[in-house]
């Protein structure tokens, strides 16, 4: 049955696409990645140190004018798509598949994670401001010449914390009664 109109929470029919991103989010081909909360963190630990070494090497090549220090994130942009893709099988693509295939336990937990992600974002850029006035103030440094860096590092953690929130809560998948 389609709906239409201006509801919101009504049901769509699925498309090819949706179906295929579920089935790709939903692939339990690789769980020993991600079956245990400690795995999964350990996922988000290794996610968050590519990102920043990645956004380190560029702003370094961008100060000092290093030319292979730019091509450092290429060669970490692969391991941080495979640990990328354990997160988001981990979470079953929780926050990638459209809002009409999620079921309304996924949608709550998509809600309470962008919320959790976009509140600790809010601390993490907060911290930064308090941290460039410090500098600025007590240190005599010119604080202008890290503003660039500052606003990409704060794009880049607004749009991964989500991921990061939903990879270190997820909860753990019921005992199968057939794995005995």
Known sequence: MTTTGTNPTARRPRTRYDERMYALMNSREAPALYATSGRRRAAVVVHVLLTVASLAA???????ATVWLSLLPLVLLLPWCIVTGVINSAIRGLLDLRTHVLDERQ????????????RLTTYVLLCAVAGGIVIGKLGGLTVGGVVLPVLISAFVVHWLMPLWVAGMTAQDEPADETDE
């Open 58 to 64: 560029l702003f370094t090549a961008f100060a000092t």
């Open 107 to 118: 949608l709550a937990e998509r809600d309470r994670v962008r919320a959790l992600a976009h």
